[in-house]
T-cell receptor
Framework: GQNIDQPTEMTATEGAIVQINCTYQ??????LFWYQQHAGEAPTFLSY????GLEEKGRFSSFLSRSKGYSYLLLKELQMKDSASYLC????????FGAGTTVTVRA | DTAVSQTPKYLVTQMGNDKSIKCEQN?????MYWYKQDSKKFLKIMFS???????INETVPNRFSPKSPDKAHLNLHINSLELGDSAVYFC???????????????FGPGTRLTVL
């Protein structure tokens, strides 16, 4: 079976940094995705990690440790538009999603 | 041009009715999916088709029947709708990675189904 855990909610201030953790225990693994979903909209792709280490993409970075079953998404220089739900998903010929972390950015 | 489109965007219907949701992608992907996102925002896969062939069928009541007339279309028909079917249904498509697993998924805008 698949077990994917992430915090339910996080709040941070504009300009700050927030780290969203994701731990997983899954029967198969071909990488881990992070998606962003604004309220009332579809999920959109943020990052994909298949090897251990850090992937950086502008203000967003994602880290993976396969031996620890652990990933995090780092959001830097937070902006109000970053208020959204962030979904961690394990890739094994289908995506198994975590329940999502709702990030609220305050002015 | 919209990559993945779904119709309708909103669907309000009575319990017991039958309804369909249509999905089309113009990305040239071989694989398409249906997801259900409930009120707790949990996104769960229902079905996946690869080149018109069903490859994933998660524990979904047989009132739900997907149909893929070609690899660019994946429709979802729901019979005898129940209150618990109220949710947002997302269609998605992706390619497959050579090393295994699926590539980035592109999601449609979603269909918000409300069963009264």
């Amino acid at each position: 079976g698949q077990n994917i855990d992430q915090p339910t909610e996080m709040t941070a201030t504009e300009g700050a940094i927030v780290q969203i953790n994701c731990t997983y225990q899954t029967s198969g693994f071909n990488g881990l995705f992070w998606y962003q979903q604004h309220a009332g909209e579809a999920p959109t792709f943020l990052s994909y990690n298949v090897l251990d280490g850090l992937e950086e993409k502008g203000r967003f970075s994602s880290f993976l440790s396969r031996s620890k079953g652990y990933s995090y998404l780092l959001l830097k220089e937070l902006q109000m538009k970053d208020s959204a739900s962030y979904l961690c998903a394990v890739n094994d010929y289908k995506l198994s999603f975590g329940a999502g972390t709702t990030v609220t950015v305050r002015a | 041009d919209t990559a993945v489109s779904q119709t309708p965007k909103y669907l309000v219907t009575q319990m017991g009715n039958d309804k369909s949701i249509k999905c089309e992608q113009n990305l040239g992907h071989d694989t398409m999916y249906w997801y259900k996102q409930d009120s707790k925002k949990f996104l769960k896969i229902m079905f996946s088709y690869n080149n018109k062939e069903l490859i994933i069928n998660e524990t979904v009541p047989n009132r739900f029947s997907p149909k893929s007339p070609d690899k660019a279309h994946l429709n979802l028909h729901i019979n005898s709708l129940e209150l618990g079917d109220s949710a947002v249904y997302f269609c998605a498509s992706s390619g497959l990675l050579v090393r295994g697993g699926i590539d980035e998924q592109f999601f449609g805008p979603g269909t918000r189904l409300t069963v009264l």
